[in-house]
């Protein structure tokens, strides 16, 4: 599939993807990406597929970015984030299906001049709710900017581009993240001074710069040469225009503070008289109604206009609907991306007679005891290596020899983790009787659901 190729050249009619959608017009382009409007042939609904080079990505060392990608955007849904609806891979290129969002960007209403006062306010709620909404599921942006907010039909705030916002479980030991990107203009000092930052702390820098720009129709901080540029937000020099009102300023400045430490947290802008102007009950009520699918506590019945769609995964050899793969979720996503770039890996249907997943809402160290225990039990031995790595082995050769069994433990969030459990040798079916007979039971307390099997499967694992 060369889609791309032909989509350069002159004949940008009648190209298909996967035999589903009708590319069109270039939307926008960035360092590694292109994103353009295409047309589902069967619905006609409207979709933006932003298209990554996979040779580009790998030679700059971007894997890790792209994995994160893919399970940050399907861990969040909500009204004021562009929605992934599908990934398709092929031998060169990923293919990003997103929602496609009408109103174009933010910037180029703000080139026509600069916003009132309301209008601002409330682009600045919604991106405020976004981001209560995605740090609160351990994804950071980390490239806020306006070219990154877009407007739907509503005139309504989508943040696009998640791509450069990492999972919780990529966080450092210290809590903080240590990898520099973004764009000078809105990144936040500690960002900048290479320090180890907090997420959460650098995307509010980021949203104070976007408040501001939508205000004054200008960058608070701008410089030609760009250690002055630095230097001025290291020590956060900015000069609010003569029309900003007094509340305005004072949030800015507790937003702007250089120091991560004392900058004012989401929750206390939620809290802010300025911010808290107009926003209408029913925008409060969303905070507390979204749905993502990495949320155990949701009552679905109440929460039916959010139900998330499913991502498909789909193949260069498998262009019907029906040959697609089984539907995969972000936990089979983060799983199978551990394995490297090797998008190819996503569409071999793991061998189900010798790998399990299950998701569980138990922090990782009840999850590592409770497997200690089955293992004590079991008379197998035990050995816990770096990254949630359980290696157990029979003391025993069984029929094709030793039976080892690997337990990976991946981490969603603090409170979500998945666990892959596979046969790394032994007879196989030796390996599914202990599977079935005495692991799965015994699994029993601490799993949330099994993965890749059916909601009355589940159930009866849970009863
Ligand atoms: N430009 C970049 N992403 C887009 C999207 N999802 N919809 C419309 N335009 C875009």
């Given at each position: 599939m060369h889609a791309c190729k032909m989509m350069a050249?002159?004949?940008?009619?009648?190209?298909?993807l996967m035999h589903k959608y009708e590319m069109g017009r270039l939307l926008g382009q960035g360092t590694f990406a292109k994103v353009y409007h295409a047309r589902?042939?069967?619905?006609s609904v409207s979709v933006a597929i932003k298209v990554i080079d996979k040779g580009k990505v790998v030679k700059v060392g971007l894997v890790d970015q792209i994995k994160r990608e893919i399970s940050a955007m399907k861990l969040v849904r909500h009204p004021n984030v562009v929605q992934l609806n599908e990934v398709i891979a092929t031998k060169t290129k990923i293919y990003f299906v997103l929602e496609y969002?009408?109103?174009?960007?933010l910037l180029a209403k703000v080139k026509r001049g600069r916003l009132k006062e309301d209008v601002a306010r409330k682009y600045f709620q919604q991106l405020i709710c976004a981001l209560d909404f995605c740090h609160s599921r351990g994804?950071?942006?980390?490239?806020?900017?306006?070219?990154n907010l877009l407007l739907d039909e509503n005139s309504d705030l989508k943040v696009s581009d998640f791509g450069l916002s990492a999972l919780a479980e990529c966080r450092r030991q210290d809590g903080l993240l240590h990898t520099t990107c973004g764009t000078p203009a809105y990144v936040a000092p500690e960002v900048i001074n290479r320090k180890g930052y907090d997420g959460a702390k650098a995307d509010i820098w980021s949203c104070g710069v976007i408040l501001f720009v939508l205000l004054a129709?200008?960058?608070p901080f701008y410089d030609k040469n760009l250690i002055d540029l630095y230097k001025k937000i290291d020590s956060a020099d900015f000069r609010c225009p003569t029309w900003f009102s007094t509340h305005v300023r004072r949030l800015l400045l507790r937003i702007l503070d250089p120091t991560p430490g004392t900058r004012i947290s989401i929750e206390k802008i939620m809290e802010n008289p300025w911010f808290r102007q107009g926003l209408d009950h029913a925008n409060l009520l969303l905070r507390y109604n979204l749905k993502t699918n990495d949320a155990p506590q949701v009552d679905t019945d109440k929460n039916e206009d959010f139900d998330p769609p499913s991502t498909n995964i789909t193949t260069d050899s498998k262009q019907e609907d029906e040959k697609k793969p089984a539907n995969m979720n972000a936990f089979d996503i983060i799983s199978h991306l551990s394995s490297g770039l090797d998008l190819s890996g996503l569409f071999q249907e793991s061998d189900k007679k010798t790998e399990s997943k299950f998701t569980s809402t138990n922090t990782s160290s009840a999850i590592i005891s409770k497997i200690e225990d089955i293992a004590k039990d079991l008379r197998l031995k035990l050995t816990k290596k770096d990254g949630g790595l359980l290696k157990m082995e029979a003391s025993k050769p069984g029929r094709k020899g030793v039976m080892r069994i690997d337990a990976e433990i991946f981490e969603v969030s603090p409170n979500f983790h998945l666990v892959e459990i596979k046969k790394t040798n032994g007879d196989t079916l030796e390996y599914q009787k202990v599977m079935h007979q005495e692991m799965r039971p015994a699994l029993k307390d601490i799993v949330w659901a099994w993965q890749g099997e059916q909601l009355k499967q589940q159930q009866e694992q849970q009863q």
């Open positions: 050249g002159h004949n940008k009619r009648n190209i298909i589902n042939t069967r619905t969002v009408k109103g174009g960007e994804v950071y942006h980390r490239d806020l900017k306006l070219e129709g200008y960058l």
